[in-house]
């Protein structure tokens, strides 16, 4: 009789994983050995215990669902980490890069019939696989029954029955963007070509890694709207970032519709670049538009509209948007079947969709060979609609022209104002948004300004100054601050000071007196070209008088202003005497007004009289 | 009559939906019932059933015609072993998590009432050798893991399992071996237990 047989024999032999001849022999010695037997029957109790896991598990229709739309998503792309390669293996691969790139470029055609199921903002409508046979129904009974009126049920299926009836649409047929400056709001009206089946129909809009405000989702039918009836919009539960339209539909086949809702990220910025003529006399002036678009979604040949004005918001599109539920769930997260969503609030917000709906409903035409930027006043806002439809990647930017005048009239002008500017003197050029200066067709949004001169005989631009300006409204004047000239001086210099006219109250002690200072400016003009200059004297109080005969224009109570003009390359000078009263005297300089003005009211009434 | 995985899996990559949806309504359970034993956790085992399903509709046209539900069970078992590598923390078993509630037998640990069983002190007993043979699995190297779910609870053939984990049977063996020796010092005597 051979040994007993160790664990591991005793394993291999119960699970079968000796050899043959091992088996063989296993099962001899276990035929006539007792111990072995019974240490056999203590090891499979022991390995019954594993049965404890065995309960079979089943995937749930809801685990299956997930899995189906997830792979109905596009396919991901692994993206690899770049090796060291040699120089003409690198060298190799670019010429390759190249290569495929001219190849694509030269045949763009292909790629017109490429899944959208790749693209990547594609992913976010799907909808009801076509099915175009009628869905069944009492055909002997047809409309003789309520319930089974038109073939279609009357009570709507409580949910999908599986997402694998979702397939991706088609590319959106056309979209419109409403960009709100003033707000980070854009308005999306997209078109988009569904198929139904007659009966009830599941849409599903997925906003993953977008900015899209789902609280804003609207769907209209734009044909057949008295066959089409969209009943609700569900936020399933635990589906994260999607949303589900019920359409109830008496037609089968493809039907327009629109999608509306609000998205934030998208937004537009205004710049000018202005040239001023070798005269300085008059300027050509660009206007550009520049539209960023980080929503997370590609809009492709969208046609874009500019809001300038402000608008009142009650939420911030991007939080709405970032939320974790469309609706979010106080308490936490309560885990609940397709709920239908609060239908007045939907409501409200389909309102004031519409009401922005008309009050941005402009009429579009495309007819001019170059795109232009065409512009139309609202109540509270202006409309720049950008001509033909532009592609706005997602993280792109795009620069578009928005208005250009010839021979805009300018004044340049130097203005010196210590308390503002401290002892530099400031450029700035002049104009209206009016019709005198070749514009004034609409107002100028906010935006940054360049002004270029022409430097040299070759007409070769140089960088003037640069400024931002605010909204401009039509027929208003605007300044540019130009920055500081180094060509004009100007150089204030105290040249006396005294006081006078003291006055004293019971105890001697003074209660008034004046300060009389005579300063002297010299202006200088190195430029070849004249110019006008603007000079701001503040006195820090409104009790004051300038000597006789100095021209000056009383600016506001405390201060005075010099206008001059230079001839070219020359020197100015000016001098007045300034004399400001303190304590007492000021209550003397007011007597002194007063009665100015009695006698000069007592003048005028004799005068009348006579 | 049924359509085979290898045309299911054509049809897919063809672009029919439904034909996807079958592929997971035909091998889910099995998958999932898989990942369950191989994670001891049903919402991860939840998300690497979605993850090995998203493999299968990335990677299915890479499916040459061998046998459908070995390479399927090899991505799951990549995926399981990957997965078990990121998320390697103390295994924490909540008091209502179930491990099967498929069969509309749910065995909740923490839900043991009276209705459930004549012997409230026998199913505790029951609850608790459970928890102690989940627990044995779980500490197997994930490749023994991998060899006893599969051999054992998947009842596939040491060929097959060689197969899926791409080595040889001998291997599959000398792994299964040494999980069932570790095994048979730290599973519970589960005698005169009703399971």
Redo the contacts between chains.
């Keep these: 009789m051979m040994r007993h047989l160790t ?2 024999e005793l ?2 032999f119960r ?1 079968k ?1 000796g050899a043959d001849a091992e088996m063989g022999l296993a099962s001899e010695h276990l035929a006539e050995c007792g111990h072995c037997r019974a240490e056999l029957e ?2 499979e ?15 749930s229709e809801d ?2 669902s ?3 739309e ?3 998503g596009p ?2 792309v692994k993206v690899a980490a770049a090796r060291k390669l040699p120089a003409w293996a690198a060298a190799a691969a670019a010429v390759l890069v190249v290569g495929v790139l001219i190849m694509v470029a030269n045949h763009p055609g292909q790629r017109k019939g490429r ?1 959208p199921v790749a693209k990547g903002p594609e992913k976010g409508i799907v909808a009801p ?1 076509a099915e175009l046979t009628s869905a069944p129904g009492d055909k002997s009974g047809l409309g003789a029954t309520a319930v089974m009126a038109k073939g279609i049920p009357d009570k709507p299926p409580f949910a999908p029955a ?1 997402a ?1 009836e ?2 991706t649409l088609p590319r959106r047929d056309n979209v419109q963007l409403t960009i709100y400056n003033s707000a980070d709001l854009t308005l999306v009206r997209e078109k988009r070509s569904l198929t139904l089946k007659k009966g009830w129909n599941w849409l599903q809009f997925m906003w993953a890694n977008t900015l899209i405000d789902p609280t804003s989702l609207s769907l209209e039918p734009k044909e057949q709207g008295d066959k089409i009836d969209i009943q609700q919009l569900v936020f399933p539960a635990r589906l994260r970032e999607l949303g589900r339209w019920l359409i109830r539909s008496e037609v089968s086949g493809q039907v327009p519709f629109e999608i509306t809702y609000f998205t934030s990220g998208l937004s537009w910025r205004a710049f000018y670049m202005g040239t001023l003529a070798p005269d300085e006399k008059t300027m050509r002036m660009q206007g550009y538009v520049r539209v960023d678009n980080a929503s997370g979604e590609e809009y492709e040949n969208a046609q874009t509209r500019l809001i300038v004005g402000q608008v009142h918001l009650l939420d911030e599109i991007a939080e709405l948007a970032r939320r974790q539920y469309a609706y979010g769930r106080p308490g936490g997260e309560i885990l609940m079947e397709d709920a239908p969503v609060d239908e007045s609030h939907l409501m409200k917000l389909n309102g004031v969709l519409a009401s922005a709906e008309v009050e941005l409903n402009a009429a579009v035409e495309w007819a001019a060979e170059r795109k232009e930027i065409r512009k139309e006043g609202l109540s509270e806002y202006f409309l720049y609609t950008i001509e033909g439809a532009e592609t706005i990647p997602d993280q792109w930017g795009k620069r578009l022209l928005s208005f250009e005048a010839d021979d805009i009239k300018v004044d340049s002008l130097y203005k010196y104002d210590e308390e503002r500017w401290g002892d530099q003197t400031i450029r700035f050029v002049k104009f209206a948004n009016d019709k005198d200066h070749n514009l004034g067709e609409t107002p100028i949004p906010d935006g940054e300004v360049r002004i270029y001169g022409q430097a040299g005989a070759d007409g070769s631009l140089s960088y003037v100054g640069g400024t931002s300006v605010k909204y401009i409204p039509v027929n208003e004047e605007v300044e540019l601050d130009l920055g500081p000239a180094r060509l004009v001086k100007v150089e204030p210099q105290l040249m006396e000071f005294k006081t006078a006219n003291y006055r004293f109250d019971r105890q001697r002690n003074i209660s008034g007196w004046d300060e009389i200072r005579t300063w002297k400016i010299e202006i200088a003009n190195t430029r070849a070209l004249a110019v006008e200059i603007e000079i701001t004297r503040g006195f820090d109080t409104p009790y004051w008088t300038l000597s006789e005969g100095v021209d000056y224009k009383k600016h506001d109570a405390t201060h005075a202003r010099f206008e001059l003009k230079l001839a070219p390359q020359t020197k100015r000078s000016v001098e007045y005497k300034v004399t400001t009263y303190h304590g007492a005297r000021t209550q003397d300089k007011v007597q002194n007004t007063e009665d100015r003005i009695q006698n000069t009211e007592e003048a005028i009434q004799k005068a009348a009289v006579k | 009559m049924l359509d085979s995985d290898k045309s299911l899996i054509d049809a897919h990559i063809g ?1 029919d ?2 034909a ?2 079958e592929l ?2 035909r091998h ?2 099995s998958i ?2 898989y990942l ?2 191989m994670t001891g956790n049903r919402e991860q085992a ?1 998300d690497l ?2 993850e090995t ?2 493999r ?3 990677k299915g046209h890479t499916f040459r015609g061998e046998r459908f539900k070995s390479w399927l069970f090899t991505i799951a078992t990549r995926v399981a072993i990957d997965g078990l590598r990121k998320g390697r923390r103390q295994p924490v078993v909540s008091l209502n998590q179930s ?5 509309g ?1 749910c ?1 909740e640990l923490g839900a043991v009432t009276a209705a459930d069983c004549c012997d409230p002190s026998q199913e505790a007993e ?1 609850a608790e ?2 928890e ?3 627990r044995a ?1 779980d500490e197997l190297p994930a490749k023994q893991r991998a060899t006893l779910v599969l ?3 998947q009842q596939l053939s040491y060929p097959e399992v060689a197969e899926i984990l791409g080595c040889s049977t001998g291997t599959v ?1 000398v792994q ?2 040494r999980a ?2 570790t ?2 010092q730290r ?5 005169g237990v009703a ?1």
């Design positions: 664990e591991q394993i291999e699970f994983l203590k090891l109790r022991r390995f019954s215990s594993l049965d404890l896991l065995r309960g079979d598990v089943a995937v685990l299956v997930r899995v189906i997830q792979a109905s396919r991901r899944e696989e599986s694998i979702l397939v | 672009g939906r439904r996807f949806g997971v309504r889910g359970d999932l019932g369950v034993r939840e059933f979605q399903f998203q299968v509709h990335e491990f099967g509630c498929g069969d037998n065995d029951m050798q459970k102690q043979v989940r699995v051999a054992y609870y063996k299964m071996s069932l020796r095994l048979a599973l519970p005597d589960v005698s399971k």
